[in-house]
């Protein structure tokens, strides 16, 4: 146990973190080895597997655990909303995640996340709790304004906001305040870098499909980078969000991890912090 008091918020923040996967070959099988019943788990959508992998993966996982699947709206077939719906309430899912998503999309799907968003209102809401996204960096593709002006568009049809991964804490800081100083209330999951091997995220690059393997290098070209800098911890970054936490007005519900399908060595990673406070 370190000699630190560590922040008040962080046990709690710690024991509820989410974790989230792609739905590959073996990530069911993973997660039930290392994952105990009970825990929110996450699955993204992709381009390449299609919504179908989302969803197989989703209801394998939603036998044990609390599972929050991915609505990439650009992958969601506008007609196929009702069905895709019904589906995810058989299998015992209350929460989505509505981004946009990296697929070109097409005529017969959503073009956008508050697309998808509006047309689950249309269905009376039929989920608990519905997640978009935030940037506390800039998003490589889209202007710093638009994206402000997409979050207060879809404040209301939300329940949470899950922020896309960061390695500074005092950029999710500043990010925070400004979300709030902007009027925006929904409480936020801070999206978290876990402490994976760099050689084996770039490995996991070559199972996930060609298109999806590019889209990914693409996206974490400095992931790679900045997870071996050896200034980097995540375990120094979970604490500055822990302090952060105890700000109530920043509005800070939880932990969103990234694992990348290294899932034992998160959660290894994770017990390891809890037994040390």
Not at 123 to 136: D, K
Not at 153 to 180: C, P, Q, Y
């Amino acid at each position: 146990m370190s000699n630190k008091r560590p922040p008040p918020a962080l046990k709690s923040l710690l024991l509820e973190a989410r974790l989230e996967v792609l739905p590959s070959g073996g990530i069911v099988d993973r997660v039930h080895e290392h994952v105990a019943p009970g825990r929110t788990v996450t699955v993204t959508a992709s381009p390449t597997k299609g919504l179908d992998a989302t969803l197989e993966v989703t209801e394998r996982l939603a036998q044990r655990y609390r599972v929050v699947p991915h609505l990439a709206a650009r992958m969601v077939p506008r007609a196929g909303l009702p069905d895709l719906v019904s589906r995810l309430q058989e299998a015992g899912v209350t929460e989505v995640f509505v981004p946009g998503g990296d697929a070109s999309g097409t005529v017969e799907t959503f073009d956008s996340a508050l697309d998808l968003l509006l047309a689950l209102d249309e269905l009376g809401r039929p989920f608990e709790q519905v997640g978009i996204t935030g940037y506390p960096e800039s998003h490589p593709g889209i202007e710093d304004h638009v994206l402000v002006q997409s979050m207060w568009d879809k404040r209301e049809h939300a329940t949470a906001i899950v922020s896309n991964m960061t390695f500074d804490h005092a950029m999710v800081g500043r990010w925070l305040e400004s979300v709030r100083d902007r009027g925006v209330t929904l409480p936020v999951h801070i999206g978290v870098p876990g402490p994976v091997d760099p050689g084996k995220l770039l490995r996991m690059a070559t199972t996930i499909g060609v298109g999806d393997s590019m889209r990914f290098l693409r996206k974490q070209k400095n992931v790679f980078a900045r997870i071996a800098l050896p200034g980097f911890s995540s375990t120094t970054f979970v604490r500055k969000v822990a302090q952060l936490a105890a700000d109530e007005r920043l509005g800070i519900r939880g932990l969103h991890i990234y694992t990348f399908n290294q899932v034992g060595r998160i959660e290894a990673w994770r017990r390891e912090q809890l037994d040390r406070l």
